[in-house]
């Protein structure tokens, strides 16, 4: 019934830029936050940034001052602009939707940072 729909992924040079989009569909009651997640092999996933109903952001770390979550006015699609990418940012990005009773993720998309 919910689907995550996840785009904007691929291949691009170091200190290139990528926009993901996750749109939200079916019947999701309250929306807390919307968010990216991201895995690299071998590593935990983590959170890289997040987004809530009421407008506040949080970043991971390693990309403040270089990715930006941003939301459209049904909070329902959350988009995430990176800047300046780094090898080190290549993983699988998954988008999370925090709802009042449960959450939803995407299937990731894929995220290669590479000359």
């Known amino acids: 019934q919910v689907q995550l729909v996840e785009s904007g992924g691929g291949l691009v040079q170091p200190g290139g830029s990528l926009r993901l989009s996750c749109a939200a569909s079916?019947?999701?009651?309250?929306?807390?936050?919307m968010g990216w997640y991201r895995q690299a092999p071998g590593k935990q996933r983590e959170l890289v940034a997040r987004?809530?109903?009421?407008?506040?952001?949080n970043y991971a770390d390693s990309v403040k001052g270089r990715f930006t979550i941003s939301r459209d006015n049904a909070k329902t699609t959350v988009f995430l602009q990176m800047n300046s990418l780094k090898p080190e940012d290549t993983a699988v990005y998954y988008c999370?939707?925090?709802?009042?009773?449960?959450?939803?993720w995407g299937q990731g998309t894929q995220v290669t940072v590479s000359s």
């Open positions: 999370n939707t925090a709802a009042l009773l449960t959450d939803y």
């Open positions: 987004i809530t109903s009421g407008g506040k952001t």
């Open positions: 079916g019947s999701i009651f309250g929306i807390n936050a």
